[in-house]
């Protein structure tokens, strides 16, 4: 055994444990389950190379436990009216308005370091979890001693029926005991989307559940009294994956003025962006001074002060301070989605950093995420890996990852993609003793 596994046992298998795969022919199955979904898994096969990882993430009870305890820290805070007036005092006025959803399918992505999981940021319509559930099926164990100590739910069917009853919450919130019929899955020109097959997936999932489903692009969606029509058809819900999360773009006018007025149902929407995902709001999560003037108790503090890197929002009068203190912070804007036109400090060019001042970042302190050893070609490779937990509610539904190589999450990287968690006991010792 090396010397480091008797102090780090997690890192030691995410490092030198190759025992755990994925069962390509169990994957397959599961994403060809449906008439509408069959072939599926031979096309990604052919045009998304890397969007499954073979490799397995290791961790730990704890620091499962630790990000439940920073979802369940975040949702106090946020639950507070002082915390309202802030952050939808920078939001578009859209996101005033209440109409009852939470947010489906919220991502609290972490990276883990040997202090614990630090919260890197939160977002809606955070894309992976139909794909991930699959995953979650299809993996397989060829260590026993490994395999015995899993900590996996009792039922493979578990992620299906919660996301489920996610969507039927939301329904519920704003329609009460009115039947859920026609759901719309809305995107930019959503067949071109790099994550179209999880649309597939959850169309199939509402499908599955006795709810109509199609899947199309909000300039598809026609005014209506009642409130929106596809192909002369009413919608009840749009399960929305836009990035315009204030719904301003002209094309978006039917779904905007049905969302405003109540006549559908839309989750995520720009109220819940408004109060998780835009990242100013992680430096109300972060000021321990603030959170104690707004009443928030000490334990709470502690817990996002421990979880949650400092972030401020850049202010061009201090550029000179945010420059030399660059090398340890990260950029990143303040609406971005999927790492676009982020930066790490120690990468900036003066050309880049002049682009930055002239947008609206916030700058967070740079926590390195952690490596996973993966197989490429029968040699080892070290590849980066993020946390995200899928959140409803306030409660974690289950728990993905990311492998990558560059400076954010990606899907380019051969050996990388979305890779199945295992929870291991709190540190993975026995796990390390039998296998070693």
């Not at 609290?108 to 999981?117: K, L």
């Not at 939160?122 to 992976?128: E, K, V």
């Not at 099926?137 to 299906?160: E, K, W």
């Not at 202010?315 to 676009?340: H, Y």
Request: net charge neutral; glycine share 8%; proline share 7%.
């Amino acid at each position: 055994m090396p010397g480091t596994c008797a102090t780090d046992p997690i890192e030691w298998l995410n490092t030198d444990c190759f025992c755990i795969t994925v069962d390509g022919d169990a994957l397959q199955r599961e994403l060809d389950a449906d008439a509408a979904t069959r072939g599926l898994y031979e096309s990604l096969r052919q045009t998304h190379a890397y969007l499954f990882s073979h490799a397995p993430i290791f961790v730990s009870r704890d620091n499962v436990t630790a990000m439940e305890r920073l979802v369940t820290a975040v949702e106090a805070v946020v639950a507070r009216p002082a915390y309202h007036e802030a952050a939808l005092g920078w939001a578009p006025a859209i996101a005033r308005y209440e109409p009852g959803p939470v947010g489906a399918l919220m991502g609290f992505d972490f990276h883990v370091t040997a202090q614990g999981p630090r919260l890197i940021e939160i977002n809606t319509n955070a894309g992976g979890a139909f794909l991930n559930a699959a995953l979650a099926r299809a993996q397989i164990a060829c260590c026993a001693p490994v395999l015995s100590l899993l900590q996996q739910p009792a039922s493979p069917d578990r992620p299906q029926a919660a996301l489920f009853a996610m969507f039927a919450a939301e329904w519920r919130r704003q329609r009460g005991t009115a039947t859920l019929g026609r759901v719309a899955i809305v995107d930019e020109s959503p067949a071109r989307q790099y994550l179209y097959p999880e649309f597939l997936l959850a169309s199939q999932m509402f499908r599955a559940h006795g709810v109509e489903a199609v899947i199309c692009d909000p300039r598809e969606l026609q005014p209506d009294p009642a409130g929106l029509r596809h192909d002369g058809r009413l919608v009840d819900l749009v399960y929305n994956r836009l990035t315009d999360f204030a719904l301003e773009q002209p094309g978006h006018a039917a779904l905007r003025d049905a969302y405003v007025s109540g006549r559908v149902v839309v989750t995520p929407n720009p109220r819940a962006h408004a109060l998780y995902a835009d990242k100013r709001n992680l430096a109300l999560l972060s000021d321990a001074d603030r959170l104690r003037e707004w009443g928030i108790d000490a334990a709470t503090i502690d817990t996002l002060q421990s979880a949650v890197p400092r972030t401020e929002i850049l202010d061009p009068a201090r550029a000179g301070e945010f420059w030399a203190a660059r090398r340890n912070l990260f950029f990143k804007p303040v609406s971005g989605f999927g790492g676009r036109a982020t930066y790490r400090g120690d990468k900036l060019t003066r050309k880049v950093w002049s682009e930055i001042l002239q947008g609206r970042y916030v700058a967070q302190e740079l926590v390195p995420p952690s490596e996973r050893s993966v197989r490429v070609d029968g040699q080892p490779v070290r590849l980066k890996l993020d946390l995200r937990c899928y959140v409803y509610d306030g409660r974690v539904l289950s728990v993905a990852a990311r492998l990558y190589q560059g400076q954010t999450t990606n899907f380019r990287t051969p050996g990388g993609g979305f890779a199945p968690v295992l929870t291991l006991p709190a540190d993975g010792s026995a796990a390390v003793g039998r296998l070693s």
